[in-house]
C-alpha cells in the first residue's frame, strides 16, 4: 500500500506541478477564457504523463515488483489450496 500512495502523490504533484506552469504561461499568452483552461488541462495531463516516463521509473518499478511479490504470494497460496484439496 506504501508503494501506491508514494507513487499516486508523486504523480498527482507531478501533474499539479505542469499544470500550473501551463496554466500560468497560457493564461499570459492567451488570456483567461474558458477554452484555455480547457485545452491546458488536457495538455498538462499529456506532458505530465511523458514526464512520469523519465522522472518517476523508479517508484514506478518499485511498485510492481510489490504487486508481483503479492501476486506470486496468493499464487502459492492458491497452489498449496488446490493440492491439498487433491489430497483430500
Do not use: C
Request: glycine fraction near 6%; aromatic fraction near 10%; charged fraction near 20%.
Amino acid at each position: 500500500m506504501k508503494h501506491f500512495l508514494v507513487y499516486t502523490v508523486l504523480r498527482l504533484g507531478l501533474f499539479l506541478a505542469t499544470f500550473g506552469v501551463l496554466s500560468a504561461i497560457t493564461v499570459a499568452v492567451f488570456g483567461d477564457k474558458g477554452t484555455v483552461w480547457v485545452f491546458t488541462l488536457v495538455g498538462a495531463a499529456v506532458i505530465s504523463s511523458v514526464l512520469s516516463l523519465r522522472f518517476l521509473a523508479g517508484p514506478r518499478e518499485r511498485l510492481a515488483q510489490h504487486v508481483q511479490a503479492r501476486a506470486d504470494r496468493a499464487s502459492a497460496r492458491f497452489q498449496e489450496m488446490k493440492s491439498r484439496e487433491d489430497v483430500d
